[in-house]
């Protein structure tokens, strides 16, 4: 079936950097965008950006810029978001989406399980 | 970035029909679409486009548009309907936005 894995959870200190995958399969890996998502405990939903992993096209949210990159490897179709300069606030659940594009507006129609990313000294 | 606004939290009586709204400028030109998100777990893609329903979602969740606010419509509530629900739409710089979301209560 159709579906994105994402990697473990991770701990970083305060200015470090991490990497979460997210792995697809099920479906042609460069067909669709993907699209990074995190969500703070409690909190709402926050759109990151996204990437195109056939053109490797990236577009990121201006809170982010300078901070985010969006990858992937197609051999292994996987999809990776690094996020560096760590601070208390990135603390959330990291997810990855399958972008489906229509005219006039798109969707997030499959999602990755979530990656909880703690960020604490 | 443009804003999209949601109402904090509704409720609404099991088999009753509720309505939650989303409201922003970019929805004059995007069509919205709805996530619902239960405690623990990932969103899930309840409605999109004009208004359309991915395999497997019930036909109670119904979208609609009209100027700068997007609705969705549950008829007849279930109380596996409990939930958040966000909407998502794109803003003039062509990048993806949330609402605020809606937590819905069934009573």
């Known amino acids: 079936q159709v579906q994105l894995v994402q990697s473990g959870a991770e701990v970083k200190k305060p200015g470090a950097s991490v990497k979460v995958s997210c792995k697809a399969s099920g479906y042609t890996f460069t067909s669709y965008d993907i699209s990074w998502v995190r969500q703070a405990t409690g909190q709402g939903l926050e759109w990151m950006g996204w990437m195109n992993p056939s053109s490797d096209n990236t577009g990121y949210a201006q809170n982010f810029q300078g901070r985010v990159t969006m990858t992937r490897n197609t051999s292994i179709s996987t999809a990776y978001m690094e996020l560096s300069s760590l601070r208390s606030e990135d603390t959330a659940v990291y997810y990855c989406?399958?972008?489906?594009?229509?005219?006039?507006?798109?969707?997030?129609?499959?999602w990755g399980q979530g990656t909880m990313v703690t960020v604490s000294s | 970035s443009s804003e999209l606004t949601q109402d904090p939290a509704v409720s609404v009586a099991l088999g009753q029909t509720v309505r939650i709204t989303c409201q922003g400028d970019?929805?004059?030109?995007?069509?919205a679409s709805w996530y619902q998100q239960k405690p623990g777990q990932a969103p899930v893609l309840v409605v999109y486009?004009?208004?359309n329903r991915p395999s497997g979602i019930p036909d109670r969740f119904s979208g609609s548009s009209s100027g700068n606010t997007a609705s969705l419509t549950i008829t007849g509530a279930q109380a596996e309907d409990e939930a958040d629900y966000y909407c998502?739409?794109?803003?003039?710089?062509?990048?993806?936005?949330f609402g605020t979301g809606t937590k819905v209560t069934v009573l």
């Open positions: 998502n739409s794109r803003d003039s710089s062509g990048n993806h936005v």
């Open positions: 989406a399958r972008v489906i594009q229509l005219w006039g507006g798109d969707a997030f129609d499959i």
């Open positions: 970019s929805l004059r030109s995007y069509y």
């Open positions: 486009g004009k208004n």
